[in-house]
T-cell receptor, first 111, second 113 residues
Framework: NAGVTQTPKFQVLKTGQSMTLQCAQD?????MSWYRQDPGMGLRLIHY???????DQGEVPNGYNVSRSTTEDFPLRLLSAAPSQTSVYFC??????????FGSGTRLTVV | DQQVKQNSPSLSVQEGRISILNCDYT??????FLWYKKYPAEGPTFLIS?????DKNEDGRFTVFLNKSAKHLSLHIVPSQPGDSAVYFC????????????FGRGTQLTVWP
């Protein structure tokens, strides 16, 4: 079981570029979410999905898009990267029990 | 508006002593609470949880206490070990949150020999 897989692990973008952060889980979890972690700010929710075809905004959704066409995949799109989006991004999924399973993260730098 | 707060950004404890990490919440509808541990360059990993119907849950060296009237929970680590040095996040969910977890900002625990 791979759990939650995030790719890439590292990425450097130029301001204005777009890219997609990939997230896949093999646990048949309905709930998936994207967080960003910044120093002193903890984990802030960007977008989440309660099932295929259903997504909603979290605390900091501006500049990001998501879609959920399958149960397994939940990609995060940066539309036009900005230096303020430099962060570590975590994808997480949740099954019937309480806790989330997190991926290992994507470290993104926007220059 | 932060619904889960960890007011101590850091804690330093000697090996063998008790570590106590604190967390406060504002939403009385939360009905479960979790602690996650995070090492550098890794994703957070689940540590221990507690339901709102309990006031204590124990797992080895880790115990979580919940005081619903004070909207406060704490994580006790006894005895603390250098390998426990990590960032600890408190999280809460349930009620009408539809699976969403609310996280605190984390506490960096350092256990020194």
């Amino acid at each position: 079981n791979a759990g939650v897989t995030q790719t890439p692990k590292f990425q450097v973008l130029k301001t204005g570029q777009s890219m997609t952060l990939q997230c896949a889980q093999d646990m048949n979890h309905e709930y998936m979410s994207w967080y960003r972690q910044d120093p002193g700010m903890g984990l802030r929710l960007i977008h989440y999905s309660v099932g295929a075809g259903i997504t909603d905004q979290g605390e900091v959704p501006n500049g990001y898009n998501v879609s959920r066409s399958t149960t397994e995949d939940f990609p995060l799109r940066l539309l036009s990267a900005a230096p303020s989006q430099t962060s570590v991004y975590f994808c997480a999924s949740k099954g019937a029990l309480y806790g989330y399973t997190f991926g290992s993260g994507t470290r993104l730098t926007v220059v | 508006d932060q619904q889960v707060k960890q007011n101590s950004p850091s804690l330093s404890v000697q090996e063998g002593r008790i570590s106590i990490l604190n967390c406060d919440y504002t939403n009385s509808m939360f009905d479960y609470f979790l602690w996650y541990k995070k090492y550098p360059a890794e994703g957070p990993t689940f540590l221990i949880s507690i339901s709102s119907i309990k006031d204590k849950n124990e797992d080895g060296r880790f115990t979580v206490f919940l005081n619903k009237s004070a909207k406060h929970l704490s994580l006790h680590i006894v005895p603390s070990q250098p390998g426990d040095s990590a960032v600890y996040f408190c999280a809460a969910g349930g009620g009408s949150t539809l699976g969403r977890l609310y996280f605190g900002r984390g506490t960096q625990l350092t256990v020194w020999p």
